[in-house]
């Protein structure tokens, strides 16, 4: 497929006519690959660093002070599967994974984040960036729920952390699931976990550990999806030195490997 810049409202209209592409869409705020519609997608909310021009001259944190809090290369983790969308801006310009009215960040892990506050236009254009990208999921959302009644609709929800900054060891997969209804989903996230450690032998494949699934991606869709089965995926960032932001590119191709295979037999492909 040919990679075009699309509105939101063209966007819109090839998902609700089923149509495969491959846009990003005319804010650059995001991108978005469907190859054929299949009955779960990928997504990596945090892989995305760019920020708008008038606000990087504002924002106190550098390049590499931004990075070392997104999840870069987690789109590539998922680059293969047939439904894949990702953020292209940084999570200090606006958080998709943040419930609207806290997804402009004022301050971030005790740091001020602007070094002026932003003007209510500068916050609306980041607000209006995070409600284009809620518009498509929703959308795409509505589409497969359609196409697929019969079952359930499958999000894979992928980040990564930060694991220096831990006292103790922790998990290098954890999976989040205190805002998914277990006794509806609890089998399926067993089964989950059994996969991930199955294709991920050598590694310590946790629940709740680290990061318990409080995200605001997560969150918005199963309160409009309830046959939506949000996997909020977290993986420690062995794939790099988190403080250099040096990658380790034989670990980046193993991950991505390992995650599609258990997305294969999760799905039962």
């Not at 999570?91 to 892990?109: H, I, K, M, P, S």
């Not at 062995?238 to 599609?260: P, V």
Request: aromatic share 16%; glycine share 4%; proline share 3%.
């Amino acid at each position: 497929m040919t990679l075009i810049k699309c509105s939101i409202d063209q966007i819109i209209d090839r998902i609700r006519r089923h149509e495969p592409f491959e846009a990003v869409d005319d804010y650059y705020g995001f991108y978005l690959k469907i190859e054929t519609y299949v009955p779960y997608f990928a997504a990596a909310v945090h892989d995305g660093n760019q920020m708008r021009p008038e606000l990087i001259k504002k924002c106190t944190l550098s390049h590499a002070e931004r990075l070392y809090e997104e999840d870069p290369y987690t789109a590539y983790f998922i680059s293969n599967q047939p439904i894949v969308i990702k953020g292209l801006d940084s999570r200090f310009e606006y958080d998709l994974n943040r419930f609207q009215e806290d997804a402009v960040y004022e301050t971030a892990w005790g740091r001020t984040v602007w070094a002026e506050p932003l003007s209510s236009d500068e916050k609306e254009m980041s607000l209006e960036k995070y409600s284009r990208f809620y518009r498509v999921v929703f959308t795409l959302l509505e589409e497969l729920t359609r196409l697929f009644s019969d079952r359930r609709i499958t999000v894979y929800d992928i980040h990564s952390y930060n694991y220096k900054r831990w006292d103790r060891q922790v998990p290098e997969i954890n999976i989040g699931t205190t805002q998914l209804n277990r006794t509806i989903w609890g089998a399926e996230i067993r089964r989950y976990l059994d996969v991930l450690q199955a294709c991920f032998p050598n590694y310590w494949v946790a629940e709740n550990d680290t990061f318990f699934g409080k995200g605001g991606f997560l969150g918005q869709i199963i309160k409009q999806f309830p046959n939506a089965l949000v996997l909020a995926t977290e993986f420690k960032k062995f794939y790099c030195d988190e403080l250099t932001g040096r990658f380790y590119w034989e670990q980046l191709a193993d991950t991505k490997e390992r995650l599609e295979q258990v997305i294969k037999l999760y799905e039962g492909e």
